[in-house]
């Protein structure tokens, strides 16, 4: 088992940019990128126009923003090795990272695997379907675009994430309706006062979207109600899923702490989890923000400490 000074486990803006930045500092990191079905980049790979990355006035697309990011890396002698990885050691040092093919002993570990946005099944909003192309799981990253100004829009959920996005929204679309399935927000009590009270703002008690139709975009949502069962198509840009994320870290098998809601803890101010020598960037132990910028930059922060806590070792 060959050993190495450091593993990146995960891709996307926080794992790309902690292997630029730690392949800078000549330690040769290995990043496994399939840590997702084998999909290397994130979520991002499945986002069309990014418009809020600093650099990009005009936008770029969320493949090519990624391949951008890897390719920088690569300049500097990252080895990427894309498979999954099936678990880890951390109980010992120097720590064992075990692929579907390979594995390692390393010296100090950056874990980014992200974290992946719930989406309910509902009948055209799946891959292939109209996901991306007016339905998507992120409000901020999307909302701005075009196709959704002056148009109205869905948002599905109950909670602060929900109300958030929905009201986010409202600077953009005509009119935003909050389906959810219950006769009562789970959000704050404050978060969902503001909701009520935003002229721009309507709740769909009671209710749930069944359907989602549109040729090459959203045109449409069918909403029945949960009690009567009487179904309603309605006219529609935009179908925005605020149901929750969860973070990849199955694969740890419970040997850092979380918080409650599954993501990775980290000691305020760093990005150091309750191991020594094991850090964490991006989406995986960041459930307020989860953008890419605020990813790339917590990948910096991980290289920046892992190489300070190895050159501190040695």
Known sequence: M??????????GPAGYTAALYSARANLSPVLYEGFFSG??????????????????????????????????AERFGTCYINEDVKSVDLSSHPFKV?????????????????????????????????????????AICDGAAPIFRDKELYVI????????????LTNYGSQVYIVHRREELRASKIMAERAMKHPK?????DS??????????????????????????????GLFFAVGHTPNTKFLNGQLDLHPNGYLKVKPGTVQTSVEGVF??????????????????????????????LAARE
């Open 201 to 205: 703002v309507t709740i769909l008690w």
């Open 39 to 72: 999909v290397a980049g994130g979520q991002l790979m499945t986002t069309t126009d990014v418009e809020n990355y600093p650099g990009f006035p005009d936008g770029v697309q969320g493949p090519e923003l990624m391949h951008l990011f890897r390719k920088q």
């Open 208 to 237: 749930v979207v069944t359907k989602v139709e549109g040729e090459k975009l959203v045109e449409s949502v069918t909403i029945q109600n949960v009690k009567t069962k009487e179904e309603k198509s309605h006219e529609a840009a």
């Open 98 to 138: 075990v692929g579907s093919h390979t594995s390692f002993e390393a010296e100090s570990i950056i874990i980014t695997t992200g974290a992946e946005a719930k989406r309910l099944d509902i009948p055209g909003t799946h891959d292939g379907e109209l996901w991306q192309k007016g339905v998507t799981a992120c």
């Open 280 to 309: 964490a960037g991006g989406d995986v132990q960041d459930f307020t923000y989860r953008q890419a910028i605020t990813a790339a930059g917590s990948g910096c922060m991980a290289a920046l400490e892992a190489e300070r806590w």
């Open 2 to 11: 060959d050993r190495v000074k450091l593993v990146i486990i995960g891709s």
């Open 157 to 168: 959920g109950g909670g602060d994430s929900a109300v958030e996005e929905a009201l986010f």
